[in-house]
């Protein structure tokens, strides 16, 4: 537990200086505000149609392969920090895990869930 | 000496000294990097790159991170306010925790935590977040694309950066950095793990955002990406922490495969600091060499090529171990 205590003081410490950082530049920063300056920046142009627009739905797509590949990956860690007392046994059991887990990869290949044109 | 070290051996004083440090160091390293990056890149296209300001241009970063605070910080009129001002600032967060747990030397680290390389890959993925914050924030077309590049890019290329660390963890059994290095006393594990060490590195390079992988900022047609409303210090933080990381990123490698602090007769601290600053140099060299690489193509080198090797890499790994 008092391990991680420096790790949370220095969050706190960071989010502090960052602050700071960006406090002081605003006081010392010049302030000229002229009210094309406050635009939205598109080239110089006025911005056109909605900023939020849609998204293509491969974005999302490679999302959800990750969580799925990230929460896989995860289950290894374990396994590979006691990988050198569990045997032959422990590595086999493991090999059927990846093996599943490449099977499902495959699929994902195969069906197109990688390409993008 | 000795007394030094003990009196460094309090909790607190260690604290406050390691904390102090590591915000210097992160701010000089930033300041170094600025003109090394300029150097490198002026002497790779045959230009002598910053001269004027002090001996071989090298007070030029100092200059213009005080014309940085001299600027005005603009808040474009409709941006999230809040996301806005606190995407820079949480980018700051993931870059200084990395600095808890790296060991510059045997003795030199803020605190030797037993799950070390998870706290770093944990909040390293922050980044990904203040990213987002940025882009969502600055309700900025450029931006918005930027940082939704961004994410596909970073989630992309954790994987197989997580499987090929991985493959080291089982020879070592142990995810302190301390033991990483410990356990290369006799050979460096670039020499046992050459295909991890190549995996990891080109899913560093992309993780940093940097060329042929630099998608999310690619200046010449997202005039910056999810920076573009940022101006002043706000900019700069976004450039500390890149830079910050790209150190990190370096850091890491060096201690998983290049035998860490450890090298004959010279200090552990300079051989370190030497092996990490090279590697930071040859990701200054990627830059001017290799063009930047298309989005398909990107995300196709990590899920096609990267994460099925790292995948066999950690399969051979462990059957060698086991025989």
């Known amino acids: 537990m008092t391990n991680y205590i420096p790790v949370l ?92 887990l490449l099977v499902g990869y495959v699929y994902v290949w195969k069906k197109g869930a990688l390409e993008w044109e | 000496m000795e007394q030094i070290l003990k009196i460094l051996d309090i909790e607190g004083v260690r604290l406050a000294v390691g904390l102090l440090a590591v915000f210097l160091f992160v701010v000089v390293n930033a300041l170094i990097l600025t003109w090394a990056e300029r150097k490198v890149a002026g002497h790779m296209q045959l230009r002598i790159g910053p001269k004027e300001v002090g ?85 900025n077309k450029y931006s918005l694309i930027g940082s939704i590049r961004s994410i596909a890019q970073s989630v992309a290329y954790e994987i197989p950066l997580l499987l090929s660390l991985l493959a080291v963890i089982m020879m070592t059994n142990s995810l302190s950095l301390k033991d990483v290095v410990v356990a290369q006393k006799g050979i460096w594990f670039i020499f046992l793990q050459p295909v991890a060490f190549i995996i990891y590195f080109i899913a560093a390079v992309a993780e940093t955002n940097r060329t042929p992988f630099d998608l999310p900022e690619a200046e010449s047609e997202l005039v910056a990406g999810y920076h573009t409303e940022y101006s002043g210090m706000m900019f700069a933080l976004f450039f500390l922490a890149e830079y910050t990381n790209m150190f990190i990123v370096s850091a890491i490698t060096v201690t998983f495969f290049l035998g860490g602090y450890q090298g004959p007769f010279l200090p552990g601290i300079v051989w370190f600091l030497l092996k990490s600053y090279f590697l930071v140099f040859v990701m200054m060299w990627f830059r001017w060499t290799f063009p930047r690489v298309r989005f398909d193509q990107l995300l196709n080198i990590s899920w096609k090529a990267l994460i099925p090797l790292s995948f066999i890499n950690l399969l051979v790994t462990g059957g060698l171990l086991k025989l």
């Open chain 2, 55 to 139: 001996p071989y241009g090298l007070i030029q970063p100092l200059a213009d991170a005080m014309k940085l605070l001299g600027k005005e910080i603009i808040t474009p009129r409709n941006v999230d306010k809040p996301i806005f001002y606190l995407g820079p600032i949480m980018i700051f967060i993931p870059v200084l925790v990395a600095f808890v747990v790296i060991p510059f030397d045997s003795y030199l680290q803020v605190r030797d935590i037993n799950v070390g390389i998870l706290v770093i890959l944990a909040f390293s993925s922050f980044t990904v977040l203040s990213i987002l914050m940025a882009g969502w924030g600055s309700n």
């Open chain 1, 9 to 100: 003081i220095i969050i706190i410490f960071a989010f502090l200086i960052a602050a700071l950082i960006v406090g002081a530049s605003s006081i010392l920063g010049h302030k000229i505000s002229k009210k094309t300056k406050l635009d939205t920046y598109e080239c110089g142009m006025k911005t056109i149609g909605p900023t939020r627009m849609k998204m293509n739905i491969r974005y999302y797509l490679t999302a959800m392969l990750f969580l799925i590949f990230d929460i896989e990956v995860m289950f290894l860690y374990p396994w590979a920090l006691v990988t050198g007392n569990l045997g032959m046994f422990g590595f086999l059991e493991m090999l059927v895990f990846v093996i599943i």
